[in-house]
């Protein structure tokens, strides 16, 4: 079975201040991860993808992750955060099928 | 990346009625999901309908509440049924990308059931 943990229901940082949203995951097998964004009253947006390679990947809006197969974790981040980045943020991961995390609302106060 | 629509955009039902979400891909696509997001919760995968074979749900789904069609490479449609108050949700269809890594997401159905 394959499972994902966001163990941050909410995060709080200051515009300009770095972001970090926390991901680990359990997985049989070499795993795809992911991290999404979902904007109020917005559909879900893909931001970035771990398949293979390079640890650290570099996704939309800024924002990269980076891989640690030792820690099982998929960390996001972005150096300065935005007011804009307040969404919520969604981890996931695939063998078969796309399992996700609960979720990290993060909250960016100007 | 697949551009993926879906109708209705929201509604409000009547507990005991039914509703049929639609799903129409701008590509041909093996595999959709629908998926449901529960009112603060995260996403939860409902089944994987794939083209000229039955869905396969997953657990705690089954196929006469979520009857699920997939005629064709490129639509699809969900059908709530005999809804209840806790199906109040949105429901996201998704398919891969070209490449089969990444998996995109339609706007959602907000469903309220009163």
């Known amino acids: 079975a394959q499972s994902v943990a966001q163990p941050e229901d909410q995060v709080n940082v200051a515009e300009g201040n770095p972001l970090t949203v926390k991901c680990t995951y359990s997985?049989?097998?070499?795993?795809?991860l992911f991290w999404y964004v979902q904007y109020p009253n917005r559909g879900l947006q893909f931001l970035l993808k771990y398949i293979t390679g390079d640890n650290l990947v570099k996704g939309s809006y800024g924002f990269e992750a980076e891989f640690n197969k030792s820690q099982t974790s998929f960390h996001l981040k972005k150096p300065s955060a935005l007011v804009s980045d307040s969404a919520l943020y969604f981890c996931?991961?695939?063998?078969?099928?796309?399992?996700f995390g609960g979720g990290t609302r993060v909250l960016v106060k100007p | 990346s697949a551009v993926i629509s879906q109708k209705p955009s929201r509604d409000i039902c009547q507990r005991g009625t039914s509703l049929t979400i639609q799903c129409q891909v701008d590509s041909q696509v093996t595999m959709m999901f629908w998926y449901r997001q529960q009112p603060g919760q995260s996403l939860t995968l409902i089944a994987t309908?794939?083209?000229?074979?039955?869905?396969?749900?997953e657990s705690g789904f089954v196929i006469d509440k979520f009857p699920i069609s997939r005629p064709n490479l490129t639509f699809s449609t969900l059908t709530v049924s005999n809804m209840s108050p806790e199906d109040s949700s949105i429901y996201l269809c998704s398919t891969p990308g070209r490449a089969q890594e990444t998996q995109y997401f339609g706007p959602g159905t907000r469903l309220l059931v009163l």
């Open positions: 997985v049989s097998g070499n795993p795809y």
């Open positions: 996931a991961v695939r063998v078969i099928v796309l399992t």
């Open positions: 309908a794939n083209q000229g074979s039955e869905a396969t749900y």
